[in-house]
Protein backbone atom coordinates (compact mmCIF):
# COMPACT_ATOMS: atom_id res chain seq x y z
CA UNK A 1 0.00 0.00 0.00
CA UNK A 2 2.04 2.88 -1.22
CA UNK A 3 1.89 5.95 0.65
CA UNK A 4 1.44 9.26 0.26
CA UNK A 5 3.27 10.79 -3.09
CA UNK A 6 4.38 13.66 -4.54
CA UNK A 7 6.22 14.69 -7.36
CA UNK A 8 8.59 16.04 -8.45
CA UNK A 9 10.64 16.11 -5.30
CA UNK A 10 12.86 18.79 -6.39
CA UNK A 11 11.68 21.73 -8.73
CA UNK A 12 13.71 24.92 -9.88
CA UNK A 13 11.90 27.73 -11.53
CA UNK A 14 12.97 30.73 -12.65
CA UNK A 15 11.31 34.10 -11.36
CA UNK A 16 7.99 34.31 -12.90
CA UNK A 17 7.11 30.62 -14.32
CA UNK A 18 4.41 28.56 -13.14
CA UNK A 19 5.09 25.67 -10.21
CA UNK A 20 2.67 22.33 -10.38
CA UNK A 21 3.25 20.22 -7.14
CA UNK A 22 1.42 17.16 -7.16
CA UNK A 23 0.01 15.08 -4.82
CA UNK A 24 -1.46 11.72 -4.86
CA UNK A 25 -3.24 10.28 -1.36
CA UNK A 26 -2.76 7.28 0.09
CA UNK A 27 -5.45 4.46 -1.33
CA UNK A 28 -9.13 5.04 0.31
CA UNK A 29 -8.04 8.87 1.72
CA UNK A 30 -10.32 11.47 0.03
CA UNK A 31 -9.20 14.62 2.20
CA UNK A 32 -5.91 16.14 1.31
CA UNK A 33 -4.18 18.75 2.78
CA UNK A 34 -1.11 21.27 1.78
CA UNK A 35 1.62 22.58 4.19
CA UNK A 36 4.55 25.03 3.32
CA UNK A 37 8.21 25.18 5.09
CA UNK A 38 9.55 27.90 4.31
CA UNK A 39 13.78 27.30 5.59
CA UNK A 40 14.55 27.21 9.14
CA UNK A 41 10.73 27.57 9.93
CA UNK A 42 7.81 25.50 10.96
CA UNK A 43 5.03 24.35 9.01
CA UNK A 44 2.35 26.29 7.77
CA UNK A 45 -0.96 24.83 6.77
CA UNK A 46 -2.25 26.20 3.61
CA UNK A 47 -5.69 24.47 2.16
CA UNK A 48 -7.62 21.38 2.93
CA UNK A 49 -9.77 19.64 0.49
CA UNK A 50 -12.15 16.69 -0.67
CA UNK A 51 -12.59 15.40 -4.06
CA UNK A 52 -13.79 18.25 -5.97
CA UNK A 53 -14.00 20.73 -2.47
CA UNK A 54 -12.15 23.51 -1.08
CA UNK A 55 -13.11 22.73 2.13
CA UNK A 56 -10.61 25.19 4.07
CA UNK A 57 -8.37 27.41 2.53
CA UNK A 58 -7.69 30.10 5.26
CA UNK A 59 -3.69 29.51 5.14
CA UNK A 60 -3.24 30.01 1.12
CA UNK A 61 -1.65 33.07 -0.30
CA UNK A 62 -4.44 35.58 -1.56
CA UNK A 63 -2.81 35.84 -4.98
CA UNK A 64 -0.81 33.48 -7.25
CA UNK A 65 -1.71 30.10 -5.41
CA UNK A 66 -4.42 28.13 -6.10
CA UNK A 67 -5.21 24.08 -5.23
CA UNK A 68 -7.21 21.96 -6.65
CA UNK A 69 -8.31 18.03 -5.78
CA UNK A 70 -10.39 17.08 -8.82
CA UNK A 71 -12.87 13.53 -9.12
CA UNK A 72 -10.26 11.75 -11.04
CA UNK A 73 -6.30 11.95 -10.27
CA UNK A 74 -4.12 13.68 -7.69
CA UNK A 75 -4.73 17.12 -6.20
CA UNK A 76 -2.49 19.49 -7.54
CA UNK A 77 -1.07 22.75 -5.72
CA UNK A 78 -0.34 25.43 -8.40
CA UNK A 79 1.51 28.26 -8.00
CA UNK A 80 1.60 31.04 -10.54
CA UNK A 81 4.68 33.87 -10.93
CA UNK A 82 6.57 32.31 -8.48
CA UNK A 83 8.96 34.43 -6.87
CA UNK A 84 11.74 34.20 -4.38
CA UNK A 85 9.84 34.08 -1.49
CA UNK A 86 7.90 31.32 -2.63
CA UNK A 87 11.18 29.12 -2.29
CA UNK A 88 10.60 26.49 0.26
CA UNK A 89 9.12 23.06 0.93
CA UNK A 90 5.59 22.10 0.14
CA UNK A 91 4.27 19.02 2.05
CA UNK A 92 1.27 17.31 1.33
CA UNK A 93 -0.90 15.00 3.82
CA UNK A 94 -4.06 12.93 3.31
CA UNK A 95 -6.33 11.24 6.11
CA UNK A 96 -9.55 8.61 5.26
CA UNK A 97 -11.51 11.51 7.07
CA UNK A 98 -11.36 14.74 8.78
CA UNK A 99 -11.24 15.01 12.44
CA UNK A 100 -9.38 13.93 15.27
CA UNK A 101 -9.69 10.22 15.36
CA UNK A 102 -7.38 9.35 12.34
CA UNK A 103 -3.87 10.47 11.89
CA UNK A 104 -2.25 12.01 8.95
CA UNK A 105 -0.31 10.43 6.26
CA UNK A 106 2.19 13.17 4.79
CA UNK A 107 4.55 12.97 2.01
CA UNK A 108 8.11 13.37 1.09
CA UNK A 109 7.79 16.91 0.11
CA UNK A 110 8.72 18.80 -2.64
CA UNK A 111 11.25 21.46 -2.71
CA UNK A 112 10.75 24.00 -4.43
CA UNK A 113 13.45 26.17 -5.59
CA UNK A 114 13.22 29.56 -7.06
CA UNK A 115 15.96 31.28 -9.12
CA UNK B 1 -2.14 29.82 16.70
CA UNK B 2 -0.90 26.32 18.05
CA UNK B 3 -2.48 26.05 21.55
CA UNK B 4 0.38 23.58 22.80
CA UNK B 5 3.41 24.50 24.49
CA UNK B 6 6.76 21.97 24.35
CA UNK B 7 10.61 22.86 25.47
CA UNK B 8 12.10 24.05 22.92
CA UNK B 9 14.73 21.09 23.26
CA UNK B 10 15.88 18.12 24.73
CA UNK B 11 18.83 15.39 25.01
CA UNK B 12 18.74 11.84 25.84
CA UNK B 13 21.33 8.93 25.54
CA UNK B 14 20.95 5.97 23.16
CA UNK B 15 18.83 3.08 24.46
CA UNK B 16 17.40 5.55 27.60
CA UNK B 17 13.68 5.98 27.84
CA UNK B 18 12.67 9.95 26.73
CA UNK B 19 9.33 11.60 28.15
CA UNK B 20 8.76 14.66 26.14
CA UNK B 21 6.69 16.95 28.07
CA UNK B 22 3.70 19.31 26.43
CA UNK B 23 0.92 21.47 27.86
CA UNK B 24 -2.70 22.01 26.60
CA UNK B 25 -4.01 23.99 29.58
CA UNK B 26 -7.18 25.18 27.20
CA UNK B 27 -7.70 21.99 25.66
CA UNK B 28 -11.21 21.01 24.98
CA UNK B 29 -13.54 18.13 25.45
CA UNK B 30 -13.43 17.04 21.76
CA UNK B 31 -9.97 17.66 21.38
CA UNK B 32 -7.41 14.90 19.76
CA UNK B 33 -3.69 14.88 21.07
CA UNK B 34 -1.90 14.10 18.47
CA UNK B 35 1.86 13.52 18.40
CA UNK B 36 4.13 13.70 15.07
CA UNK B 37 7.92 14.42 14.55
CA UNK B 38 10.11 15.31 11.69
CA UNK B 39 13.26 13.82 10.91
CA UNK B 40 16.05 16.53 9.17
CA UNK B 41 15.15 16.61 5.50
CA UNK B 42 11.88 14.61 5.55
CA UNK B 43 8.28 15.14 5.99
CA UNK B 44 6.55 15.22 9.22
CA UNK B 45 5.55 11.62 10.50
CA UNK B 46 2.75 10.46 12.78
CA UNK B 47 3.53 8.68 16.17
CA UNK B 48 0.20 8.59 17.83
CA UNK B 49 -2.58 10.32 19.31
CA UNK B 50 -4.94 9.92 21.97
CA UNK B 51 -8.76 11.14 23.79
CA UNK B 52 -8.55 10.34 27.08
CA UNK B 53 -6.98 7.11 27.73
CA UNK B 54 -2.88 6.19 27.79
CA UNK B 55 -2.19 4.80 24.15
CA UNK B 56 0.81 2.32 23.26
CA UNK B 57 1.87 1.41 19.68
CA UNK B 58 5.03 0.33 18.41
CA UNK B 59 6.76 3.52 18.13
CA UNK B 60 6.35 4.98 21.57
CA UNK B 61 3.20 5.64 24.40
CA UNK B 62 0.93 8.34 25.24
CA UNK B 63 0.35 9.33 28.66
CA UNK B 64 -2.23 11.56 29.20
CA UNK B 65 -3.12 13.14 32.26
CA UNK B 66 -6.58 12.84 34.19
CA UNK B 67 -7.35 16.20 34.08
CA UNK B 68 -6.26 16.27 30.23
CA UNK B 69 -4.08 19.37 30.64
CA UNK B 70 -0.61 17.65 30.15
CA UNK B 71 0.33 14.67 27.95
CA UNK B 72 3.74 12.92 28.01
CA UNK B 73 5.01 10.77 24.66
CA UNK B 74 6.96 8.50 25.94
CA UNK B 75 10.25 6.47 23.79
CA UNK B 76 10.45 3.52 25.64
CA UNK B 77 14.44 3.47 24.44
CA UNK B 78 15.71 5.99 22.33
CA UNK B 79 18.04 5.41 18.97
CA UNK B 80 20.49 7.41 17.28
CA UNK B 81 17.14 7.25 14.66
CA UNK B 82 14.55 8.90 17.19
CA UNK B 83 16.31 12.54 16.59
CA UNK B 84 13.58 14.75 15.42
CA UNK B 85 11.56 17.56 16.04
CA UNK B 86 8.77 16.27 17.88
CA UNK B 87 5.01 18.02 17.44
CA UNK B 88 2.31 17.80 20.23
CA UNK B 89 -1.27 19.13 18.57
CA UNK B 90 -4.43 19.62 19.19
CA UNK B 91 -7.09 18.36 16.92
CA UNK B 92 -10.41 18.60 16.91
CA UNK B 93 -12.87 15.83 16.67
CA UNK B 94 -14.55 17.25 13.57
CA UNK B 95 -11.57 19.50 12.82
CA UNK B 96 -9.30 19.83 9.85
CA UNK B 97 -5.99 21.15 9.76
CA UNK B 98 -3.31 20.91 12.16
CA UNK B 99 -1.67 23.38 13.60
CA UNK B 100 2.38 23.12 13.76
CA UNK B 101 3.86 25.03 16.88
CA UNK B 102 7.97 24.74 17.12
CA UNK B 103 7.88 21.59 18.67
CA UNK B 104 10.72 19.80 20.67
CA UNK B 105 14.30 19.39 19.14
CA UNK B 106 15.27 15.89 20.59
CA UNK B 107 19.16 15.32 20.39
CA UNK B 108 20.17 11.78 21.32
CA UNK B 109 23.48 11.25 22.00
CA UNK B 110 25.37 7.75 21.71
Known amino acids: NAGVMQNPRHLVRRRGQEARLRCSPM?????VYWYRQLPEEGLKFMVY????????ESGMPKERFSAEFPKEGPSILRIQQVVRGDSAAYFC?????????????FGSGTRLTVV | DAKTTQPNSMESNEEEPVHLPCNHS???????IHWYRQLPSQGPEYVIH???SNVNNRMASLAIAEDRKSSTLILHRATLRDAAVYYC???????????FGQGTELSVKP
Open chain 1, 27 to 31: KGHSH
Open chain 1, 93 to 105: ASSPLGGGLYGYT
Open chain 2, 26 to 32: TISGTDY
Open chain 1, 49 to 56: LQKENIID
Open chain 2, 50 to 52: GLT
Open chain 2, 89 to 99: ILRELRGGKLI
